[in-house]
């Protein structure tokens, strides 16, 4: 598949349904505290929102979902907190591959897996090879991911690959070595929890990625949560360093309409 052009080199084309979705599932232990439960159930629980915005997603023709589920930073943790989390991510590779399988749902994992145990990083390799041809969604999960060391490596192997361009390295020798390859830049990012910030999550893909922040905690998160994240992205201009006026007179000569101008049409 060819490299997506990224938002800095061309004007990506803007959908009334974004094309990828990423989203910072946080507030599993808010949503915890506050029902008196360990943190632990907030997690379990996070589990059923994936499945529901997974299939959500699926209806409304998104066609990639980015899902932040460990940091880099997230071993920062209590062990007994980290270890429940590998366990989760495990049992529910081992329940859920077959049904995202069924769905046409292709599963990629980014992040450096090499920390994990062997037997989750043979779970991933072969959900990740069996889901391979799947083209209705992909889900890519974020684990042991941090958006420096996306960048790190993906410098560290372009210098390798192309040691002959030391010093002009440009974008685009760069893009395919970044942990999401040829996946488009994300239209939307979602972060639930409160918090607004992007705790390094993906630095290089959210350039010019919509951004939509929302008190809800991450298990209370469902269709209509989603819902009510696009229509704000419907209702963003898109323009990509130009002007509005600019943005006007393209929109007037695409058969295309930006997301803004198809809300105002159906306004
Ligand atoms: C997000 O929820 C899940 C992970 C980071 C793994 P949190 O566990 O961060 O929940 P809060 O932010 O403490 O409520
Ligand atoms: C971000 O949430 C990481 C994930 C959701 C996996 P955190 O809860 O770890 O983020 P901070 O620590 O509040 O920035
Ligand atoms: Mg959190």
Redo the contacts with the bound molecule.
């Keep these: 598949m060819a490299i997506q052009p990224s938002s800095t080199r061309a004007i990506p084309e803007v959908r009334p349904v974004p094309r990828h979705v990423a989203i910072i ?9 506050t029902r008196k439960l360990p ?1 632990a159930a ?2 379990r629980e ?1 589990v059923e929102a994936v499945r529901r915005v997974v299939r959500a997603s699926i209806e409304r023709g998104v066609e990639y979902v980015t899902l ?4 880099s930073e ?1 071993w920062r ?1 209590p062990a007994e ?1 980290v270890s429940f ?1 590998m366990g989760l991510f495990v049992a529910a590779l081992e329940r859920e591959v077959d049904k995202l399988h069924a769905n046409g749902v292709r599963l990629k994992v980014i992040g450096d897996v090499s920390a994990f145990d062997t037997r989750l990083v043979d779970l991933i390799r072969q959900a990740e090879q069996k889901t391979a041809g799947n083209q209705r969604l992909t889900l890519t999960i974020a684990a042991n991911y941090g958006g420096r060391w996306d960048l790190m490596q993906a410098i560290n192997a372009m210098t390798l690959a192309h040691p002959e361009k030391r010093g002009c390295y440009r974008e685009t020798d760069l893009e395919p070595f970044l942990a999401l390859g040829d996946i488009p830049e994300p239209d939307l990012f979602i972060r639930t ?1 409160g ?1 607004q910030r992007i705790s390094n999550f993906l630095l290089w893909h959210l350039a010019y990625t919509e951004l939509y922040f929302t008190d809800k ?2 298990p209370d998160f469902d269709e209509h949560l989603l819902d009510e994240a696009i229509a704000s992205y419907r209702r963003r201009e898109r323009r990509f360093g130009r002007t509005s006026e600019q943005l006007h007179a393209a929109m007037a000569q695409t058969s295309f309409p930006s997301a803004a101008a198809s809300e105002a049409l159906h306004a």
């Design positions: 599932m946080d507030g599993n232990g808010r949503w915890a505290k943190r907030g997690h996070g932040f589920a460990f940091s997230n943790r907190e989390l929890g918090e905690f991450w």
